[in-house]
């Protein structure tokens, strides 16, 4: 050991250190109790001011009428009743959201589990597709959503002409209110396929090949192996999957507001741009918060019934 001013000045920081924190026993305090809390802190800080305060600042102006320039007006709960009344659309967006789910998330669990379990056949090329199925992801959803609006026209788009030379008369799409939903939720498919897809991959990467060399030697076929083994140990690549994807259905507002602005005739109106009509076409703060409220309460029913349900198919 050294001796001089040196060893003198580190005796000296460890008196001081141990005056501070005392025994042995009070650092494991501080190192349990209060340094974990420490250092979420600054993530908790901004938690609470761009989450929690406006959260409660929004279910606090849902009870009030409000158009952004006089002042507040409390009316109770009158914003919450109205949403259900003869002349509001709320039924018919809350509608038009489930069958937007049930048109995009289907699908998307399928495909992108099928070409996941193509790429994780070591087939040539297999980097490169993975890149070209992630491209839709990254591309700005308002570009894609012009993209499809020249494809899906309907006399010069692509899909009719193709449909055309079938001998099928193309539908109206965007200019539809019966096709204007699904192609609104063909255009989320596509672009959220290879992101999705990457995810199951690295899911499927993480199931021990043992498994599938333990079945093969039981008799198990490709179809009992996908059953028993793929499906089960993919659960919970699955589970986050379906969450995301329910968050992602209900907060849905670019491509609509975009392609459609929510029409024809309401067909495309979904909450999160319903929202926007209220808050800032028609200048109803109020009943726009009060809409946000319902929204947040949904996805938290949602979650929170995935999570309790997931105890039933979910394998960790």
């Known amino acids: 050991m050294l001796d001089g001013p040196i060893s003198q000045q580190a005796a000296l920081s460890d008196t001081l250190v ?27 800080i901004l938690v609470v001011v761009f989450g929690l305060i406006p959260i409660a600042q929004n279910i606090e102006i849902s009870f009030h009428k409000w158009n952004f320039i006089t002042q507040k007006r409390f009316v109770g709960l009158d914003n919450y009743v109205n949403l259900f ?15 937007y789910a049930v048109l995009e998330i289907p699908p998307i ?5 099928v070409l996941a379990l193509l790429l994780i056949k070591g087939l040539p090329g297999e980097n490169l597709f993975r890149g070209m199925f992630f491209i839709p992801w990254i591309v700005p959803t308002v570009n894609v959503a012009f993209l499809w609006m020249y494809m899906l026209e309907p006399e ?12 099928v008369t193309g539908p109206g799409w965007f200019y539809s209110p019966t096709w204007a939903l699904p192609a609104v939720a063909l255009i989320a498919v596509w672009k959220s396929i ?8 690295g899911g499927l990467q993480n199931i021990p090949e043992q498994l599938y060399e333990a079945a093969l030697i039981d008799g198990a076929n490709r179809w009992q192996q996908f059953r028993h083994v793929t499906l089960p140990l993919l659960s919970p690549t ?13 907060t849905e507002f670019d491509v609509p507001a975009v392609l459609t602005g929510g029409g024809p005739a309401d067909s495309t109106n979904l909450l999160v741009l319903y929202i926007y009509q209220r808050a800032f076409n028609a200048f109803q703060g ?18 929170t019934m995935q999570f309790r349900l997931s105890s039933r198919w979910v394998n960790y």
Request: hydrophobic share 55%; net charge neutral.
């Open 286 to 303: 109020g009943s726009a918060a009060a809409i946000s409220v319902v929204t947040l309460v949904i996805l938290l029913v949602l979650t």
């Open 109 to 113: 669990l399928i495909v992108s589990l």
């Open 238 to 250: 699955t589970l986050f999957i379906v969450v995301v994807l329910m968050i992602n259905t209900v």
């Open 85 to 99: 009344g003869d002349a509001s659309l709320f039924p018919k967006v809350l509608l038009n959201t489930v069958k």
């Open 156 to 167: 010069y788009g692509v899909f009719n002409y193709l449909l055309g030379k079938l001998g």
């Open 194 to 201: 290879g992101y999705f897809c990457v995810i199951y991959v």
């Open 18 to 44: 141990n005056s501070w924190l005392g025994d042995d026993n009070m650092y494991g305090i501080y190192e349990k109790y209060i340094l974990p809390y420490l250092l979420i802190l600054p993530a908790m």
